[in-house]
Structure formats: C-alpha cells, structure tokens
C-alpha cells in the first residue's frame, strides 16, 4: 500500500508563487510516474505536469513556463513549484503515482487559492 501526502497549498496572490510537496511512504517516483492533477468543484480532475522514471517531462498548455515539476528520490518526495500563479489556478491539487490504470495511487489533495 502507497501512501502520498500532499502539503504546501495556501492562499497567494494573483503572481505569486507556491511550491507543493508530495511525500510518498516509499521509493515510489524511482519506480512511477509522478503526475499532479487539479479539479475544481464541479469539473473533472485535470492533468498539470507528469514526469517519468526517465525524465521525460510534460505540461499542460495552461501551466507551461509558469509550473515545474521534480522529484527527490533520495527523500521519497514530489514538488510542484507554481509561479506567476493566476486565479484560473485557484483548485485542489492532487499528487498521483502512476505505473498502471490499476497500480495509481492518488494523495487526498491540498487547496491552492489565488485571490487579492
């Protein structure tokens, strides 16, 4: 059994900056994919940034040059480090470690709100 705590979700104002941590209860991100996701209420989980067991790195269009995603192996952690942050930001950030559809693991989401 996996275990992913998100943390780092706050209040920030519109160009501020955040960075989102995902600790894992294992030497996961060496194995899966890590992914962060966002939903709002209402709408469906939306995809942010993924990176592999390789490196390789995608971003949603509406995050890229603003959003970087990385990992720390050594510590069993994920980041997401969020700039220039924008209201249409404003949901619940999800962590996820992906291999399979059914070896995923989700953490329970940490609030990020930007407002002035």
């Known amino acids: 059994q996996v275990q992913l705590v998100e943390s780092g979700g706050g209040l920030v104002q519109p160009g501020g900056s955040l960075r989102l941590s995902c600790a894992a209860s294992g030497s996961i991100f060496s194995e899966y994919v890590m992914r962060w996701y966002r939903q709002t209420p209402g709408n469906l989980r939306e995809f942010v940034a993924s990176l592999t067991t390789s490196g390789t790195i995608v971003y949603a269009n509406s995050v890229k040059g603003r959003f970087t995603i990385s990992t720390n192996n050594a510590r069993n952690m994920g980041y997401l480090s969020m700039n220039s942050l924008k209201p249409a930001d404003t949901a619940v950030y999800y962590c996820?470690?992906?291999?399979?559809?059914?070896?995923?693991?989700w953490g329970q989401g940490t609030q990020v709100a930007v407002s002035s």
């Open positions: 996820n470690a992906y291999r399979t559809p059914t070896l995923t693991w």
